[in-house]
């Protein structure tokens, strides 16, 4: 093992701490660890990990042809998207989450292309691995 030194703001140090305190870290090394390992093996080496994604995000319908776009971009990824649940939340929101299968980077590809369009909001994707057959 090698000891580092790290700067960090206060701010980044609280926030830092709070994470520790709930996730019951017993040191900050011990958390700084996960989350430098997590982080670079989640952007290295497992974009090819077959993952299972639960992508959920919340829209305006009315908004300009929106529905119609996010409706052909599942269809133009139809191998990665397993299943989708369509909830209307009120005149104008609808909430939609879908099961998607496929490698971690076309996973979140596809989440990007739909969240960063404009009237969707709070998109959310989480990622599992998926479990390998016995
Ligand atoms: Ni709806």
């Known amino acids: 093992m090698q000891r580092l030194t790290i700067t960090m703001d206060d701010d980044l140090v609280d926030y830092l701490d709070n994470f520790i305190q709930e996730k019951g870290y017993t040191s900050r090394s011990e958390a700084v660890r996960d989350l430098v ?55 104008e929101q609808c909430l939609e989450v879908s099961i998607l299968q496929g490698k971690r980077h076309q996973l979140e590809n596809l989440a990007d292309s739909l969240i960063s369009q404009r009237g969707v909001n709070h998109g959310y994707l989480r990622l599992l691995p998926k479990p390998k057959d016995e």
């Open 37 to 91: 390992r997590d982080s670079l093996s989640t952007e290295k080496n497992q974009r090819n990990e077959e993952c299972l994604g639960v992508l959920s995000y919340l829209y305006e319908h009315e908004t300009r042809e929106l529905a119609r776009r996010l409706t052909n971009t599942q269809h133009h990824h139809h191998h990665l998207s397993v299943s989708t649940l369509h909830m209307h939340i009120s005149e």
